[in-house]
Structures are given as C-alpha cells and as structure tokens.
T-cell receptor
Framework: AQRVTQPEKLLSVFKGAPVELKCNYS??????LFWYVQYSRQRLQLLLR??SRESIKGFTADLNKGETSFHLKKPFAQEEDSAMYYC???????????FGAGTRLAVHP | EPEVTQTPSHQVTQMGQEVILRCVPI?????FYWYRQILGQKVEFLVS????????KSEIFDDQFSVERPDGSNFTLKIRSTKLEDSAMYFC????????????FGPGTRLTVL
C-alpha cells in the first residue's frame, strides 16, 4: 500500500531551537517525495523536493530508503516557520500526490 | 509569478443541490488535479486530468462527480447532488508534464453543505 505517515500532529518549539518533522512512507518502487507547507491563510506550496537535495529557508530533507523516511530538519527555528507542513509522495503510476496528515509547527518567541 | 486561481472562495449549498467549483490553472501546465480536505483530515486526491480526459480518479470520485475543461483556461469540478459529507475544502492544482509531482495549488474553495 502507498502511504505517508507523519506521526506528530503538533510540534511546539522555541525560536532558535532545532526542528525535525518526521515523515515515513510506504511505496514499492523508487519514491518521489516532497514537503509542502501551508502558512496561515495561504495556499499549499512546495517547500522541498528530495531529488534536488536543496535547502529552502534553511530546511533540508534527506531521503533514507533503508528507514523509508524523509524527515524535514532545520537547525534554528524562526517564528515565521510556524505553519502546517505536509509530507507527500508522488505516485507516478497513478499520477497523484499522497499526503501525510500534516504536522503543525509552532515556533514560540 | 503565475498562480492557480479558484472561485468561489466559499460556497454554501443545500443538500441535493448541484455545485460547480471553478479553477484557472497555470497557463502552460497540462496536468490538472482536484484534491479535497475534510476538516481535521488529510488532503485526499480526487482526480487528475490530462489531454481533455480523466487520467486517474480515486474511489471518492464516484458518479456524482465530474470534471470538465470547457475552454482553454477553466477547469471545473461538478458535484451533481451534494451530500453533507461533501463539506470540505476543495483544492485545484496543476503541474508541468516534466515535473508532475511539483504541483501548484489554488487557494481552495470551502464547500459547506447544509
């Protein structure tokens, strides 16, 4: 079965603290994974794609096929990082994104 | 920067009524999608559309649902006879054929069925 699991509904940290939002997936084949973010009153937008191995707004995510994980990390959280974060798996055979339940990141001053 | 637009932002309807949700995808994108998110639940795939036909649909997308690209710019989702459980946020998305997983989402239409 194709599935994305984000075990934490809410992650609450203080400004400057490290952040790790967990994502695990289940997929037979070579996965294509993404992190999408939704800031308050804004649309879902792409944050990171695993194939580009880039850092966006200080966030990075590494695909670990052995652990079937794609955790999102940032060494020093900022208040403006507060948002809903969704891990998503692109199922090429079915041409659709499969989303996790999302993790709300709250960064406190 | 081009964006996906959706209208209306909020639609309230009576159970059993037909609704049409409208989307204008990014102009050079060729793949179009509808997703929905019931309050407190996951974003769920409904349907993908390419070359004027459905390329994939979920089990949610039953005979009550249909999609159409009536002209060169609009992409619509029609629900024929709404049910209470259709109340949700509906998102339209589009993507370039070279990067199907990188989908650009609209702001959503909140559908409330009374």
């Amino acid at each position: 079965a194709q599935r994305v699991t984000q075990p934490e509904k809410l992650l609450s940290v203080f400004k400057g603290a490290p952040v790790e939002l967990k994502c695990n997936y289940s997929y037979s084949g070579s996965p294509e994974l993404f992190w999408y973010v939704q800031y308050s009153r804004q649309r879902l937008q792409l944050l990171l794609r695993h194939i580009s191995r880039e850092s966006i707004k200080g966030f990075t995510a590494d695909l670990n096929k052995g652990e079937t994980s794609f955790h999102l990390k940032k060494p020093f959280a900022q208040e403006e990082d507060s948002a809903m974060y969704y891990c998503a798996l692109f199922s090429g055979g079915y041409n659709k994104l499969i989303f996790g339940a999302g993790t709300r990141l709250a960064v406190h001053p | 920067e081009p964006e996906v637009t959706q209208t209306p932002s909020h639609q309230v309807t009576q159970m059993g009524q037909e609704v049409i949700l409208r989307c204008v995808p990014i102009s050079n994108h060729l793949y179009f999608y509808w997703y929905r998110q019931i309050l407190g639940q996951k974003v769920e795939f409904l349907v993908s559309f390419y070359n004027n036909e459905i390329s994939e649909k979920s089990e949610i997308f039953d005979d009550q649902f249909s999609v159409e690209r009536p002209d060169g710019s609009n992409f619509t989702l029609k629900i024929r006879s709404t049910k209470l459980e259709d109340s949700a946020m509906y998102f339209c998305a589009s993507s370039d054929p070279l990067a199907l997983g990188e989908q650009f989402f609209g702001p959503g239409t909140r559908l409330t069925v009374l």
